[in-house]
């Protein structure tokens, strides 16, 4: 993260909240230019504004953020028109920008990279041809002419 005044890089917090300025003096100062012109600073917050991001993991949630860029028509249309390769792959990028963010806490690194490498297993294991699921799936072949009779249960 970078100071909101100055753009100098803050060094983590030991504490649960995110700091958002170096130092004291930039704090008073950024606040004396919200007071003198609070459009001109509203304009210039939205420009900085990270979207937030959850990440479904088998451990829980992740929490994270992404610039409105990062997250684009594209790659939000390609999470519903994808096969199986494509999804895990957008899903393998997504949970690696995610480690790789200087938001991501680090309590929630250990669950995201087992889940990078589950999503990066899985993956090979598609690629490969070995997916169990694919496998069953072209075995459940059902003849749609036969009608179901319910008596056979």
């Known amino acids: 993260m970078k100071c909101k005044n100055c753009g100098k890089d803050l060094p983590r917090s ?44 088998s451990k829980g949630r992740v929490r994270t953020n992404v ?9 939000f249309d390609r999470m519903y028109d994808a096969s199986l390769e494509e999804e895990l792959r957008f899903t393998r990028d997504i949970l690696h920008r995610a480690m790789e963010s200087p938001d991501t806490s680090p309590s929630a690194l250990a669950a995201l990279s087992r889940e990078l490498v589950a999503v990066t297993e899985r993956l090979e294991s598609v690629v490969a041809g070995d997916d169990p699921f694919t496998k069953l799936d072209e075995l459940e072949v059902e003849d749609e002419s036969t009608a179901f009779d319910a008596s056979s249960i």
């Open 14 to 57: 030991k504490y649960s909240y995110r700091r958002q300025y170096c130092s004291d003096k930039c704090r008073v100062y950024a606040n004396r230019k919200k007071k003198k012109d609070p459009e001109a600073f509203a304009k210039q917050e939205k420009e900085d504004v990270r979207q937030p991001v959850v990440i479904e993991t």
């Open 67 to 75: 610039f409105p860029g990062e997250l684009t028509r594209q790659s």
